[in-house]
């Protein structure tokens, strides 16, 4: 008689096939003495695994999977310092309302309850540590529970406004045998968002009146549907409102439009015509620090915001508060604006004091392209040029907290690709672990993972600073371990670039700015990844020669950029 040996199924593939019914392709994280269970049970699943060297890049790397392919980022942790060490990680994905279920280990059910047994990794309470940077938290304490928490964790994570969402699991939960049959189906549905009736009512009202409406498109217009970027764009040729995008909200609207501003909110004359609108129309975003150009914004109109985040309704501004997912809310409101005119080929005909809304955009591009000449600030420009020259249209990019993201910012023109950046939370050591993540999760949807590797997937860029690119020099072996298609663009100036620029605009002289760091192109080329060091005006052809590399690669341009003078302190 021949015996057929079966491996016991434990709480850890109650995780995995849970995760693989909703839909997951890929986990990010690192192994962890409690968390070895999850580990174990994913060696007999068809999930890829992405590891990385520090806990808060495999958070970062979550995030950039989740936002070049439109799904959930999973991480796995484990307990104690590995959780800890993930959250600066998980607030960028957090401020940034980024999908992503995180599972993390915990210490045994005996050393629960804040009881000190001095176990490994224990802590007083762990959730409580995630409840600044997640949405939800869950505990599972009996394997029985581990799918529905998984599944509600999921919906959590989708549900607008999306974000991270936390669920530990004890050691021995996870490595305990079960008698739950394995996970063949489940389901998560985000709780739906659509904006109330009255309120899109009262909103349209306003705009059908208005002569000199503006519309400020933020970070929920590019979270929403594809098709939330189409609404946005009849809704302003409805109105024949300028645009402009937030740093987050980069894209929402076509950058060569005539009615758009860029993403120029850090430009006093850009400030000027939205304080002038008579209707401001805010979808997606809180007109927060940087959008209302330092709160220096002072809108004389009445205005609409609309937001899926109750906490961000008039929380700078008094507004008519529309609770709803952008996308929703803008196809509601052209539908109203159409039912009213009946075609885009006859909109209201803005009056801005004798001036048509497509020549006040002129103008006012115009005015800050006046500023900017008056600053001696060619080379920052040519160099961002250089880089958007070199960069394929579709080509999805990532940017550090550094001085060349800030340009970014307010000028990079995405084209038909997207623009990440870490503005949410500010922390450093952003782009090139999420752009790790990209290039995996691009690889998951062109399925390359039949090949094997993720060379073959379209590139994307990561643009980081010698001092940022410290945070996660360590990723490049992760990089190389797993084929990711990432050319990483260091910018190194010698220190913290932006303190430096601001120590010395507030004190005359900078302080603890100035930093020691190695021979990028030799630490490249140590981890087997080709590296090379140009000046500046090389930067373009540098790049292109990367991009036609498969795999990882690093240019780096030593270079001081500087910023253009504030015009929020004029």
Known sequence: ??????????????????????????????????????????????????????ENNAAFAADGYARATGEVGVLFLSTGPGALT???GLQEAYATAVPMVVVASQIPLSGLGARRKGMLHQLDDQKASAQNVTKTQFSVHHASGIPSAIQDAWAAAITVPQGPVWVEVPQDVLLGEVLVPPVEDALAVPYDHPPR????????????????????????????????????????????APVVCTPGGNSAFPHDHRLSLGSWVEDRHVTDLLEDAEVLLVVGSSLGEVTSNYFTLEPRGRLIQVDAEPRVLESNFPTLGVRADAGQALAAISAA???????????????????????????????????????????????????????????????????????????????????????????????FPAAIGGAVGLADLADAPQAGTVESAPGVLAVAGDGSAMYS??????????????????????????????????????????????????????????????????????????????????????????????????
């Open 1 to 54: 008689m021949i015996t057929h040996h079966r491996t016991p199924r434990n709480g850890g593939d109650l995780v995995i096939e849970t995760l693989q019914a909703l839909g997951a392709r890929t986990v990010f994280g690192i192994p962890g003495q409690h968390a070895l269970g999850l580990f174990d049970a994913l060696s007999r699943s068809e999930l890829r695994y992405v590891s990385s060297r520090v």
């Open 337 to 431: 604006l159409s039912a009213a005119q009946p075609g885009v080929e006859d909109p209201l005909r803005a009056d801005w004091h004798g001036r048509s809304a497509s020549e006040l955009v002129a103008e006012t591009l115009r005015r800050v392209e006046s500023r900017l000449e008056g600053q001696e600030l060619a080379r920052e420009r040519r160099f961002l040029a250089d880089i958007r020259a070199a960069v394929p249209a579709e080509m999805q990019t990532y940017w550090d907290m550094t001085i060349a993201a800030y340009w970014g910012w307010n000028c990079w023109d995405a084209q038909s690709g997207e623009f990440h950046s870490a503005q949410g939370a500010g922390g450093l050591g952003y782009a």
């Open 197 to 240: 009736q009255e309120l899109i009512e009262e909103a349209v009202r306003w705009l059908a009146t208005s002569r000199r409406t503006a519309i400020v498109a933020g970070g929920g217009v590019r979270r929403s549907t594809r098709d939330a970027r189409r609404h946005l764009l009849r809704v302003a040729e409805l109105l024949d």
């Open 473 to 570: 020099i360590a990723e490049l072996a992760s990089a190389q371990q797993h084929g990711a298609n990432v050319t990483w663009l260091i910018v190194d100036d010698g220190g913290y670039g932006i303190l430096r620029d601001y120590m010395e605009g507030a004190f005359g002289r900078a302080t603890a700015t100035e930093l020691y760091r190695p021979d990028f192109v030799a630490l490249a080329r140590s981890f087997g990844v080709p590296a090379e060091e140009v000046p500046a005006e090389e930067v373009g052809p540098a790049l292109s020669r990367a991009f036609n590399r498969p795999g990882p690669a690093v240019v780096v341009v030593r270079t001081l950029l500087r910023m253009w003078a504030p015009s929020h302190l004029e």
């Open 86 to 88: 993930s959250l600066s």
